[in-house]
Protein backbone atom coordinates (compact mmCIF):
# COMPACT_ATOMS: atom_id res chain seq x y z
CA UNK A 1 0.00 0.00 0.00
CA UNK A 2 1.44 3.20 -0.82
CA UNK A 3 0.68 6.72 1.04
CA UNK A 4 1.68 9.09 3.20
CA UNK A 5 3.39 7.68 6.27
CA UNK A 6 3.40 9.62 9.66
CA UNK A 7 4.70 8.77 12.83
CA UNK A 8 2.37 9.91 16.55
CA UNK A 9 4.08 10.84 19.54
CA UNK A 10 1.45 11.12 22.15
CA UNK A 11 2.30 11.90 26.48
CA UNK A 12 -0.34 12.74 28.64
CA UNK A 13 1.26 13.65 32.44
CA UNK A 14 -0.94 13.39 35.60
CA UNK A 15 0.67 15.33 38.54
CA UNK A 16 -1.16 15.13 41.80
CA UNK A 17 -1.24 17.52 44.63
CA UNK A 18 -1.16 14.30 47.41
CA UNK A 19 -1.05 11.21 46.78
CA UNK A 20 -3.11 8.90 44.55
CA UNK A 21 -3.42 5.85 47.45
CA UNK A 22 -5.32 3.31 44.35
CA UNK A 23 -6.57 3.65 40.83
CA UNK A 24 -7.90 2.14 37.76
CA UNK A 25 -7.75 3.43 34.80
CA UNK A 26 -9.05 2.96 30.99
CA UNK A 27 -7.12 4.17 27.64
CA UNK A 28 -7.73 4.01 23.84
CA UNK A 29 -4.71 4.52 22.49
CA UNK A 30 -4.20 2.27 19.39
CA UNK A 31 -4.71 3.38 16.58
CA UNK A 32 -7.03 1.06 14.41
CA UNK A 33 -5.97 -1.03 11.31
CA UNK A 34 -8.46 -0.21 8.64
CA UNK A 35 -8.55 -0.46 5.05
CA UNK A 36 -6.63 3.23 4.45
CA UNK A 37 -5.00 3.04 7.55
CA UNK A 38 -2.53 0.11 8.34
CA UNK A 39 -0.57 0.60 11.57
CA UNK A 40 3.10 -0.23 11.13
CA UNK A 41 4.36 0.02 15.07
CA UNK A 42 2.93 0.97 17.95
CA UNK A 43 4.29 1.08 21.22
CA UNK A 44 2.76 2.54 25.08
CA UNK A 45 4.30 3.14 27.75
CA UNK A 46 3.11 3.98 31.56
CA UNK A 47 5.37 5.72 34.79
CA UNK A 48 4.88 4.42 36.98
CA UNK A 49 4.05 0.89 36.19
CA UNK A 50 0.79 -0.59 36.93
CA UNK A 51 0.26 -3.12 39.28
CA UNK A 52 -2.27 -4.90 36.66
CA UNK A 53 -2.44 -4.54 33.13
CA UNK A 54 -4.50 -6.22 30.18
CA UNK A 55 -6.53 -4.93 27.48
CA UNK A 56 -9.90 -5.94 25.42
CA UNK A 57 -11.50 -5.07 22.15
CA UNK A 58 -14.82 -2.93 22.86
CA UNK A 59 -18.56 -3.03 20.96
CA UNK A 60 -16.82 -0.77 18.21
CA UNK A 61 -14.24 -2.63 17.43
CA UNK A 62 -11.15 -0.63 19.35
CA UNK A 63 -8.65 -1.76 21.61
CA UNK A 64 -8.85 -0.53 25.12
CA UNK A 65 -6.16 -0.70 27.80
CA UNK A 66 -7.13 -1.38 31.39
CA UNK A 67 -4.61 -0.82 33.82
CA UNK A 68 -4.89 -0.21 37.61
CA UNK A 69 -2.41 1.14 41.06
CA UNK A 70 -2.33 -0.72 44.38
CA UNK A 71 0.51 1.69 45.48
CA UNK A 72 0.39 4.92 46.54
CA UNK A 73 1.82 7.55 43.25
CA UNK A 74 2.11 10.95 42.91
CA UNK A 75 2.37 11.43 38.68
CA UNK A 76 1.25 9.18 35.94
CA UNK A 77 2.32 9.69 32.71
CA UNK A 78 1.05 7.87 29.78
CA UNK A 79 3.13 8.00 26.20
CA UNK A 80 2.07 6.12 22.86
CA UNK A 81 4.41 6.13 19.68
CA UNK A 82 2.75 5.07 16.70
CA UNK A 83 3.82 4.67 12.68
CA UNK A 84 0.80 4.35 10.42
CA UNK A 85 0.83 4.67 6.80
CA UNK A 86 -2.39 6.06 5.21
CA UNK A 87 -3.69 5.52 1.86
CA UNK A 88 -5.71 8.22 -0.03
CA UNK A 89 -9.50 7.85 0.36
CA UNK A 90 -11.31 10.19 -1.63
CA UNK A 91 -9.51 10.22 -4.91
CA UNK A 92 -12.12 8.83 -7.05
CA UNK A 93 -15.09 9.87 -5.04
CA UNK A 94 -17.88 11.27 -7.27
CA UNK A 95 -19.60 13.31 -4.38
CA UNK A 96 -22.79 14.30 -6.97
CA UNK A 97 -23.47 10.49 -7.65
CA UNK A 98 -23.94 9.44 -3.72
CA UNK A 99 -27.52 8.63 -3.47
CA UNK A 100 -30.67 10.74 -2.28
CA UNK A 101 -30.60 11.77 1.76
CA UNK A 102 -33.88 10.53 1.73
CA UNK A 103 -33.43 7.31 0.30
CA UNK A 104 -30.12 6.38 2.53
CA UNK A 105 -32.65 7.66 6.05
CA UNK A 106 -34.96 5.49 4.35
CA UNK A 107 -32.83 2.32 4.19
CA UNK A 108 -31.65 2.77 7.56
CA UNK A 109 -34.91 3.00 9.18
CA UNK A 110 -36.53 -0.20 11.08
CA UNK A 111 -39.41 -1.78 9.57
CA UNK A 112 -40.11 -5.28 10.58
CA UNK A 113 -39.15 -8.38 9.06
CA UNK A 114 -36.93 -5.95 6.84
CA UNK A 115 -33.01 -6.37 6.40
CA UNK A 116 -30.60 -5.43 9.61
CA UNK A 117 -28.07 -2.81 8.40
CA UNK A 118 -25.18 -2.51 11.47
CA UNK A 119 -24.68 0.89 10.33
CA UNK A 120 -28.19 1.83 11.70
CA UNK A 121 -26.64 1.52 15.36
CA UNK A 122 -25.17 5.01 14.76
CA UNK A 123 -28.88 6.71 13.84
CA UNK A 124 -30.08 6.82 17.46
CA UNK A 125 -29.17 9.60 20.42
CA UNK A 126 -26.39 8.74 22.48
CA UNK A 127 -25.25 10.24 26.33
CA UNK A 128 -23.34 13.20 24.74
CA UNK A 129 -25.97 13.89 21.65
CA UNK A 130 -29.82 14.56 22.50
CA UNK A 131 -31.48 14.05 19.01
CA UNK A 132 -33.27 17.61 18.99
CA UNK A 133 -36.14 19.52 16.66
CA UNK A 134 -33.28 22.83 16.85
CA UNK A 135 -30.59 20.35 15.20
CA UNK A 136 -32.96 18.56 12.76
CA UNK A 137 -34.21 22.29 11.23
CA UNK A 138 -30.11 23.38 11.39
CA UNK A 139 -29.69 20.04 9.10
CA UNK A 140 -32.26 20.80 6.74
CA UNK A 141 -30.80 23.79 5.24
CA UNK A 142 -28.07 21.89 3.76
CA UNK A 143 -30.48 18.59 3.17
CA UNK A 144 -32.68 19.89 0.59
CA UNK A 145 -35.36 17.60 -1.31
CA UNK A 146 -33.60 14.69 -2.88
CA UNK A 147 -30.00 16.28 -2.62
CA UNK A 148 -27.31 13.94 -2.49
CA UNK A 149 -26.08 12.94 0.63
CA UNK A 150 -22.78 13.52 0.43
CA UNK A 151 -23.88 17.04 -1.09
CA UNK A 152 -25.58 17.67 2.15
CA UNK A 153 -23.23 16.34 4.68
CA UNK A 154 -20.42 18.24 2.72
CA UNK A 155 -22.81 22.15 3.21
CA UNK A 156 -23.38 21.08 6.67
CA UNK A 157 -19.95 20.76 7.36
CA UNK A 158 -19.05 23.97 5.26
CA UNK A 159 -21.69 25.39 7.78
CA UNK A 160 -21.31 24.40 11.18
CA UNK A 161 -17.02 25.32 10.25
CA UNK A 162 -18.07 28.63 9.43
CA UNK A 163 -21.25 28.94 11.74
CA UNK A 164 -19.09 27.96 15.28
CA UNK A 165 -15.74 29.65 16.51
CA UNK A 166 -13.12 27.55 18.04
CA UNK A 167 -12.66 28.55 21.43
CA UNK A 168 -10.19 26.05 23.43
CA UNK A 169 -11.99 27.21 26.79
CA UNK A 170 -15.30 27.59 26.09
CA UNK A 171 -16.54 24.13 26.93
CA UNK A 172 -15.79 20.97 28.91
CA UNK A 173 -14.91 17.41 28.07
CA UNK A 174 -18.34 16.67 28.86
CA UNK A 175 -20.30 19.14 27.58
CA UNK A 176 -23.62 17.69 25.89
CA UNK A 177 -24.14 18.60 22.01
CA UNK A 178 -27.20 20.45 22.62
CA UNK A 179 -25.42 23.16 24.46
CA UNK A 180 -22.70 23.41 22.26
CA UNK A 181 -25.27 24.08 19.58
CA UNK A 182 -26.94 26.52 21.88
CA UNK A 183 -23.54 28.06 22.36
CA UNK A 184 -21.96 28.40 18.53
CA UNK A 185 -18.34 27.69 20.02
CA UNK A 186 -16.29 24.71 21.59
CA UNK A 187 -13.20 22.62 20.44
CA UNK A 188 -13.24 19.68 17.42
CA UNK A 189 -15.32 17.36 20.35
CA UNK A 190 -18.24 20.26 20.08
CA UNK A 191 -17.96 21.04 16.47
CA UNK A 192 -18.01 16.96 15.45
CA UNK A 193 -20.95 16.15 18.22
CA UNK A 194 -22.91 18.77 17.04
CA UNK A 195 -22.70 17.55 12.95
CA UNK A 196 -23.37 14.02 14.27
CA UNK A 197 -26.65 15.54 16.50
CA UNK A 198 -27.69 17.17 13.13
CA UNK A 199 -27.32 13.81 10.88
CA UNK A 200 -29.03 11.73 12.75
CA UNK A 201 -31.73 14.20 13.51
CA UNK A 202 -32.54 13.47 9.74
CA UNK A 203 -32.20 9.56 10.15
CA UNK A 204 -28.51 9.26 9.17
CA UNK A 205 -25.86 6.89 10.64
CA UNK A 206 -22.96 9.37 11.80
CA UNK A 207 -19.64 7.88 13.98
CA UNK A 208 -17.74 9.88 16.41
CA UNK A 209 -13.76 9.50 15.08
CA UNK A 210 -10.99 10.29 17.50
CA UNK A 211 -7.47 10.88 15.99
CA UNK A 212 -4.52 12.85 15.76
CA UNK A 213 -3.93 15.29 13.00
CA UNK A 214 -0.60 16.04 11.14
CA UNK A 215 0.89 19.25 12.69
CA UNK A 216 3.91 19.91 9.91
CA UNK A 217 1.58 20.40 6.79
CA UNK A 218 2.90 19.87 3.38
CA UNK A 219 5.12 23.04 2.03
CA UNK A 220 2.43 25.67 1.08
CA UNK A 221 -0.38 23.84 3.05
CA UNK A 222 -1.94 26.22 6.30
CA UNK A 223 -1.64 24.13 9.44
CA UNK A 224 -5.28 22.53 10.63
CA UNK A 225 -6.81 23.64 13.52
CA UNK A 226 -6.73 21.46 16.75
CA UNK A 227 -3.68 20.16 15.33
CA UNK A 228 -1.76 20.38 18.77
CA UNK A 229 -3.83 17.61 20.64
CA UNK A 230 -5.98 14.77 20.28
CA UNK A 231 -8.58 15.15 17.43
CA UNK A 232 -12.33 14.44 16.59
CA UNK A 233 -14.47 14.22 13.55
CA UNK A 234 -17.26 13.06 12.12
CA UNK A 235 -17.93 9.45 9.87
CA UNK A 236 -21.15 9.52 7.77
CA UNK A 237 -22.41 6.23 6.35
CA UNK A 238 -22.73 6.24 2.27
CA UNK A 239 -24.23 2.70 1.17
CA UNK A 240 -22.53 3.20 -2.50
CA UNK A 241 -19.62 4.27 -1.11
CA UNK A 242 -19.05 2.95 2.64
CA UNK A 243 -18.31 5.55 5.62
CA UNK A 244 -16.66 9.02 4.42
CA UNK A 245 -14.88 10.86 7.09
CA UNK A 246 -15.43 15.07 7.33
CA UNK A 247 -14.02 17.23 9.67
CA UNK A 248 -16.17 20.08 10.84
CA UNK A 249 -13.36 22.33 12.40
CA UNK A 250 -11.15 22.13 9.43
CA UNK A 251 -14.25 21.44 6.53
CA UNK A 252 -12.35 18.92 5.43
CA UNK A 253 -12.82 15.29 4.54
CA UNK A 254 -10.13 13.55 6.61
CA UNK A 255 -7.74 12.08 4.53
CA UNK A 256 -4.38 11.40 4.74
CA UNK A 257 -3.66 14.37 7.35
CA UNK A 258 -5.76 12.76 9.77
CA UNK A 259 -4.54 9.54 11.92
CA UNK A 260 -8.04 7.33 12.98
CA UNK A 261 -7.61 6.25 17.06
CA UNK A 262 -11.07 5.20 17.78
CA UNK A 263 -14.84 5.03 16.50
CA UNK A 264 -17.73 5.21 18.60
CA UNK A 265 -21.02 6.96 18.82
CA UNK A 266 -19.77 10.27 20.45
CA UNK A 267 -16.65 10.78 23.14
CA UNK A 268 -17.62 9.25 25.78
CA UNK A 269 -16.91 5.82 23.78
CA UNK A 270 -13.70 6.78 22.89
CA UNK A 271 -11.98 9.08 25.79
CA UNK A 272 -8.18 8.49 25.64
CA UNK A 273 -7.94 8.02 29.29
CA UNK A 274 -10.30 8.05 32.19
CA UNK A 275 -11.04 5.88 35.46
CA UNK A 276 -11.55 5.89 39.02
CA UNK A 277 -8.59 7.12 41.53
CA UNK A 278 -9.07 7.19 45.76
CA UNK A 279 -6.71 10.30 46.82
CA UNK A 280 -5.17 12.77 44.69
CA UNK A 281 -6.45 16.00 45.53
CA UNK A 282 -5.97 18.72 42.86
CA UNK A 283 -4.16 17.28 39.80
CA UNK A 284 -2.49 19.05 36.39
CA UNK A 285 -2.77 18.04 33.05
CA UNK A 286 -0.19 18.43 30.45
CA UNK A 287 -0.72 16.95 26.68
CA UNK A 288 2.15 16.92 24.00
CA UNK A 289 1.07 15.08 20.67
CA UNK A 290 3.12 15.38 17.51
CA UNK A 291 2.30 13.91 14.20
CA UNK A 292 4.90 14.42 11.43
CA UNK A 293 5.33 13.12 8.41
CA UNK A 294 8.59 10.32 8.30
Given at each position: ???????????????????????????????????????????????????????????????????????????????????????????????????????????????????????????????NIALLPSLRAYALESFEPDASVLDGA?????????????????????????????????????????????????????????????????????????????????????????????????????????????????????????????????????????????
Amino acid sequence: MSGTRLTVTHRTTYRYSTLVETAQHLATITPLELPWQRVLAHRSAIEPAPSYQTSRCDAFGNEVLYFSFDAPHSDLQMTSETTVLLAPRYETLDVAAAPAWESVAHALRYEAGGAFHPESEFCFASPNIALLPSLRAYALESFEPDASVLDGAIDLMHRIHADFAYRPTATAFDTPAARAFELRHGVCQDFAQVMIGCLRSIGLAARYVSGYLRNDPPAGAPPMIGADASHAWVSLYVPTVGWVDLDPTNHVLADQGHVTLAIGRDYTDVSLLRGVILGGGAHEVDVAVRVKAE
